[in-house]
């Protein structure tokens, strides 16, 4: 069985749960359960009337499930959580917490694709093992402008174009099916480190964002996002709050707008006097960031930003 502590570290663990500022008869949904780090932290600060719905569509999540009467596990992708409301008659919920990386347990498990580190891992990517398309999938049947699209839009990606041009002339050899598949058809050079080849440094920048994009585009994570950002803010009563942990500036944007102006976009509505009428209220003026120490305790945790918001 894989334990929580080796499945995944939490990030911003108690920034994130004070955020929440926990009633102890509250309804929480911990939107991406994971390893169960943020979820324990909840049920901890919770009375005996608390409840909490955590979300995982991960069926390696499922071994993580805590035995708690106030705690239930809903199989299932956040982006549905208009459904699991109608499904559990619940009209508002106290607060919502999303830590949107990847666990450490997808990076490590070289049968999932998600890194470049292992030697001809199959190209798969996807969160729900169950459904959907892998990455090989899109890799192979994306037009040369739809998977240049992605590397720009999804990886930012300055030579996307370029890139794409590659990996077709690749697959029309053989089918792109692995992660050295991919390497290969992106020429990228390899060095000896550590007594192993690996990809020289700036080579590794460029494959992380490379890898990002298209595990981005398996999981439609961006529009998953938006979804349950809008339904979170329909569901949260006033004075509710949403605890959002992000990795990228992707999506960190549509994170920063909704709590600003309620939409992805960041349109801004006025009402007659000119005043901004928005549905959040952010707390405090910039995001949080992990200390020194936990960073240097958690590499993960690097690029993490939490943005905290209350229900007005």
């Known amino acids: 069985m894989i334990t929580p502590t080796v499945y995944h570290i939490p990030v911003l663990l108690r920034e994130s749960i004070v955020g929440l500022d926990i009633q102890p008869d509250g309804i929480y949904v911990d939107a991406t359960f994971g390893g169960g780090g943020h979820s324990r932290e909840i049920l901890s600060r919770l009375g005996p009337e608390g409840r909490l719905f955590s979300f995982d569509q991960d069926a390696d999540a499922e071994r993580n499930i805590i035995g708690d009467d106030r705690f239930t596990f809903?199989?299932?992708?956040?982006?549905?959580?208009?459904?699991?409301?109608?499904?559990?008659?619940?009209?508002?919920i106290d607060g919502l917490l999303a830590d949107l990386g990847v666990s450490s347990h997808h990076f490590d498990d070289e049968t999932r694709g998600f890194s470049f580190r292992f030697d001809n891992a199959p190209l798969d990517m996807r969160m729900n093992k169950r459904a959907g398309r892998t990455a090989a999938d899109i890799l192979n049947g994306y037009s040369e402008e739809q998977l240049a699209d992605v590397l720009y839009l999804y990886g930012e990606l300055k030579t996307a174009r370029r890139m794409a041009t590659a990996i077709v002339k690749a697959r029309q050899a053989r089918p792109i099916a692995t992660t050295s598949d991919l390497l290969k058809a992106l020429g990228v050079t390899m060095t000896e480190a550590d007594g192993m080849m690996q990809p020289t440094p700036n080579a590794k920048k460029e494959l992380a964002r490379v890898f990002q994009a298209l595990r981005i585009e398996v999981n439609q994570e961006m529009q998953a996002l938006r979804e349950m950002l809008g339904a979170a803010q329909d569901l949260l009563r006033p004075g509710g709050r949403l605890s959002v942990i992000t990795y990228h500036s992707l999506e960190d944007r549509i994170v920063k707008n909704f709590m600003?102006?309620?939409?992805?976009?960041?349109?801004?509505?006025?009402?007659?006097?000119?005043?901004?009428?928005?549905?959040?209220?952010?707390?405090?003026?910039?995001?949080?960031?992990?200390?020194?120490?936990?960073?240097a305790r958690n590499p993960r945790s690097r690029s993490a930003k939490l943005r905290i918001a209350e229900k007005i």
């Open 74 to 92: 809903v199989r299932s992708n956040f982006r549905y959580m208009r459904n699991w409301a109608r499904y559990y008659e619940l009209e508002q």
């Open 260 to 295: 600003r102006a309620g939409n992805a976009e960041g349109r801004a509505t006025q009402d007659f006097f000119g005043r901004l009428q928005a549905p959040l209220r952010q707390i405090g003026s910039k995001p949080i960031v992990p200390t020194e120490e936990e960073q």
